[in-house]
């Protein structure tokens, strides 16, 4: 990872600017350098050695983890689990964005969307939900900048595996090169694409265009159909932060 933030501000460094403000003995200061994203703290690796280019590294990630609770910024994932990065963060946006998500009717058809996407009943219990949302929290997801609110149950969507009675499943995105701001900048030029988790093959399932078309008709195809009950299980995540 190139850059991380100084001591928890909002400057944005290198491994060498930082070993150049904090000093050898960063540590005892108490001065870290803190992923953007996870917002965990790194270490500068590689300084002042000309063979090695500088660098954060995150901590060592836990084995036997679920892969998608990996931060993207660590970059030592397989692509599935990595999903898009943003050319900047919006924190102000973010928290405008994360409660019109659980808003009415926002948390209905979001739910409806994504339950539908998956392959309809069994494939999006409650407790998968939490933790898309959780991951989502971690990732950062909701302070990307100038995300849209149609665009986000695309992008929550990606950051799940999914069980089929017979196959697991995921899905991920065919996008132009460059940040993630390219799906919602540029309309119906993504597409979300459904792959056998075993083979990383495509399925026969028919790619989704990443359009505010694409997701009210996926959303609303049926009508509302969350029951009171249903959305208020959904609603209880709006308070659980990261």
């Known amino acids: 990872m190139e850059y991380a933030l100084y001591n928890g501000t909002d400057r944005r460094v290198t491994a060498d600017e930082f070993h150049q403000l904090a000093g050898p003995n960063f540590r005892e200061q108490g001065i870290l350098p803190y992923c953007e994203q996870c917002q965990e703290a790194v270490d500068p690796h590689g300084v002042h050695n000309p063979g090695i280019p500088s660098c954060f590294h995150h901590p060592n990630f836990p084995v036997g983890a679920d892969p998608y609770d990996d931060c993207p910024a660590a970059r030592r994932q397989a692509r599935r689990f990595v999903g898009v990065t943003p050319r900047r963060f919006d924190e102000l946006h973010g928290q405008t964005l994360r409660d019109q998500f659980f808003a009415e009717p926002n948390i209905r058809l979001a739910y409806q969307f994504m339950h539908r996407v998956a392959g309809g009943p069994g494939q999006l219990p409650v407790e998968l939900f939490g933790r898309i949302i959780e991951r989502a929290d971690r990732r950062r997801i909701w302070a990307y900048s100038d995300l849209p609110l149609w665009c986000v149950p695309f992008i929550l969507m990606t950051l799940a595996q ?64 969350v029951a009171d009950a249903l959305a208020a299980r959904l609603r209880q995540f709006h308070g659980h932060i990261g």
């Open 162 to 225: 999914f069980e089929a009675p017979n196959f697991s499943f995921h899905f991920g995105f065919v996008k132009p090169r460059g940040p993630a701001e390219m799906i919602w900048e540029h309309e119906r030029t993504s597409e979300l694409v459904k792959y056998f988790s075993d083979s990383g093959r495509e399925t026969r399932t028919p790619r989704l265009m990443v359009t505010e078309e694409a997701f009210i008709h996926q959303a609303e195809g049926r009508g509302v159909w």
